[in-house]
């Protein structure tokens, strides 16, 4: 009988090379060949940076790269509430792997843990100071009827009630993040007494104040100067009908209600979110729900706050308030027009997440949990069409990075639009003027638009006057047209005495097609 004819496996490596090189020949093959056929298969390569590129990227990559070229089909968006979910398990994947970022995670979770014994901690420093008046001045409060222990008590009914949202926003959080209650508790011990650990009372602060801005009724006049000019310079770069598939991209997204919004205006809208503080907010709010239309006979009944959540965000900080019942009072979120996906209910930990329903803007969200400047390995094509940066240049270490980052990551032809001051902290390396980015920029193939030419064209939209300092007033503030300075606020009290404004800058610059 002959012997069978020597059969080579295909999988197996060229003869003649060594094991590894043939090896890694063998899957740069398998690689290159599945890329060349079927690019959309690019969200099954995992980048050194620990990202899948959601699906409808990859198939961007597919398409010609210019703006009026890159469309997608329905297709691939019916795949992005799977991108969602992956979004998910890789940020879980990073937390094992990264002791950094778990321990950032943790700081943020026990944070939320203290809330409670912190603030009551603050107020009871309040008390003891106050004790510690002479007897005279004491008397001189009561004459005048000021009851200073009221406001105490007044105070620490909101932090109890605050406490209660804190406690379910961590209960959501742990379970989002699969992680154990009593590794958070152990993480807050060791806060406390000094023994490692850090948990950001004034962050956690601030989150806060970022959820009345973006998602509560007080936060609308805000929201209308600031998110209302991106929208609308949005808006009249891609009319509606021509937004599907229209990637944009908003880096330092916060609590997300830009974001929201964007997806709301039928764009694909992706976040990227480095802070947990904020992304543990989102993550509540966006599983809340939208608030169910308040019912005339509820609100006769007192509850026209039915579904929303209320905190106390201004009993931390006894500065500038004109009454104590501003000081105290209450705010709700999410409002009734925020457009958020139906309710989701919170992961446990062993669950997947509960998928959004199809129609819905939320498949067209997706939130990395991320630096910014690492989202993509260098060298990956452009993907997006637009970048929204808001309140965000002035966070950068380095300047130049991120500009070449939103430079790198637009298609050509590409949109950036900027609002926000010059702010810098965390100690940049390189502090530019005004003057300097937008030199900077362009020398690296950005085209400025003539934005002064465009709003003195247009008319003042939303109540704007050019060239007045008042509340309203917008100036053209290099004199060259490129860009809009216009008074803008940041988490304000709009009852307070004191205000966070900044003559933000804003403009739409262009990525050379
Ligand atoms: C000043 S806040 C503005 C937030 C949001 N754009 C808004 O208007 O509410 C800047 C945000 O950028 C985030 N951030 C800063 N550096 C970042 C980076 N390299 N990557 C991603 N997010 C970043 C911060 O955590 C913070 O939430």
């Not at 703006?67 to 979004?87: D, F, G, P, R």
């Not at 009871?124 to 009221?150: E, P, T």
């Not at 803008?488 to 097609?513: C, P, S």
Request: hydrophobic share 40%.
């Amino acid at each position: 009988m002959e012997a069978p004819l020597p059969t080579r496996d295909p999988s197996a490596p060229p003869q003649g090379l060594s094991r590894p090189i043939a090896l890694l020949i063998t899957c740069l093959a398998i690689l290159l060949a599945v890329f060349i056929q079927n690019p959309s298969l690019a969200i099954l390569h995992k980048y050194k940076y620990g990202h899948r590129l959601p699906l409808q990227f990859a198939a961007t990559q597919a398409l010609p790269q210019s703006v009026s070229e890159a469309i997608l089909t329905k297709h691939v968006l019916a795949h992005l509430t799977s991108a969602q979910l992956s979004s998910r398990e890789e940020t879980l994947e990073e937390i094992a792997s990264t002791p950094a970022m778990r321990a950032r995670l943790l700081a943020t979770l026990s944070s939320l843990h203290l809330y409670r014994s912190r603030a009551l901690g603050a107020l009871a420093r309040k008390r003891r100071a106050f004790a510690k008046m002479v007897r005279q001045d004491r008397l001189l409060l009561q004459q005048a009827g000021v009851d200073y222990s009221a406001k105490l008590a007044g105070a620490e009914k909101g932090v109890r009630h605050t406490a209660k949202v804190m406690e379910q926003i961590l209960a959501h959080a742990c379970a989002y993040y699969a992680v154990a209650r009593k590794e958070v508790e152990a993480f807050a011990r060791a806060t406390e007494s000094g023994s490692g650990g850090t948990g950001d009372h004034t962050q956690l602060t601030q989150a806060m104040k970022h959820l009345v801005r973006d998602y509560s009724t007080e936060g609308a006049a805000e929201r209308k100067r600031t998110f209302g000019l991106i929208q609308g310079w949005l808006a009249q770069e891609f009319p509606e009908g021509g937004r599907e598939g229209v990637t944009v991209l908003l880096p330092g997204c916060g609590v997300g209600g830009l974001l929201w919004e964007v997806a709301a205006m039928g764009f694909e809208a992706v976040g990227v979110e480095w802070s947990f503080w904020m992304n543990i907010m989102q993550h509540f709010v966006s599983s809340a729900g939208p608030v169910p239309i308040v019912d005339t006979e509820l609100e006769v009944n007192g509850d026209e706050h039915k579904g929303q959540h209320t905190i106390y965000p201004y009993i931390d900080w006894w500065s500038h308030h004109v009454t104590n019942s501003n000081m105290t009072r209450p705010l709700h979120f999410p409002h009734s027009s925020a457009p958020l996906p139906p309710a989701i209910p919170p992961p446990s930990s062993s669950d997947k997440i509960h998928p959004l329903v199809d129609t819905h803007p939320a498949h067209r969200v997706f939130l990395y949990e991320s630096d910014f400047t690492n989202i993509h390995p260098p060298f990956s094509p452009p993907l997006y069409t637009c970048i929204i940066t808001l309140f965000f240049l002035d966070t950068a270490q380095s300047l130049p990075t991120y500009l070449r980052k939103i430079h790198d990551y637009l298609l050509p032809g590409g949109v950036w639009i900027n609002l926000g001051p010059l702010l810098y902290g965390t100690k940049p390396w390189v502090e530019l003027s005004l003057e300097e980015v937008v030199a900077v920029a362009e020398g690296m193939g950005f085209v400025f638009d003539d934005i002064v030419g465009k709003m003195r064209k247009e008319g003042p939209e939303g109540g704007w006057v050019e060239g007045s300092g008042d509340y309203d007033g917008w100036v053209d503030t290099l004199g060259d047209g490129k860009v809009v300075g216009l008074r803008a606020g940041y988490n304000i009290d709009w009852k307070g005495i004191g205000r966070n404004e900044y003559l933000a800058q804003a403009w739409v610059a262009r990525k050379k097609g």
